[in-house]
């Protein structure tokens, strides 16, 4: 079984900043993608951030230039670094991880959530 723990969440103000952490345990083989999504009151989950094993990213276009998304493979975690923070960031912050176990091949995998307050 495998677990998502994050953390660092919080209240900030606009304009400030933020540091996500992520990370993955258990009977872990493999990880292939992790990323960020996101789910404010009311509206869907969206994907916030992606980055493959090669390092490549992905960025939905309302967080482009102010959020950068990192991963530690050795420690099976991956960062969301959150700079410029607006009000409408606010929401609860998801992690995700595509993973390979010793029982399982290729599922996701979702942490517990945390949740981002950007306001004055």
């Known amino acids: 079984q495998v677990q998502l723990v994050e953390s660092g969440g919080g209240l900030v103000q606009p304009g400030g900043s933020l540091r996500l952490s992520c990370a993955a345990s258990g009977s872990i083989v493999s990880i292939n993608t992790m990323g960020w999504y996101r789910q404010s009151l009311g509206k869907e989950r969206e994907l916030v951030s992606t980055?493959?094993?090669?390092?490549?990213?992905r960025y939905a276009d309302s967080v482009k230039g102010r959020f950068t998304i990192s991963r530690d493979s050795a420690k099976n975690t991956v960062y969301l670094q959150m700079n410029s923070l607006k009000p409408e960031d606010t929401a609860v912050y998801y992690c995700?991880?595509?993973?390979?176990?010793?029982?399982?091949?290729?599922?996701?995998?979702w942490g517990q959530g945390t949740q981002v307050t950007v306001s004055s």
């Open positions: 980055i493959f094993t090669d390092g490549s990213t």
């Open positions: 995700n991880a595509n993973v390979q176990t010793y029982v399982r091949t290729w599922y996701d995998v």
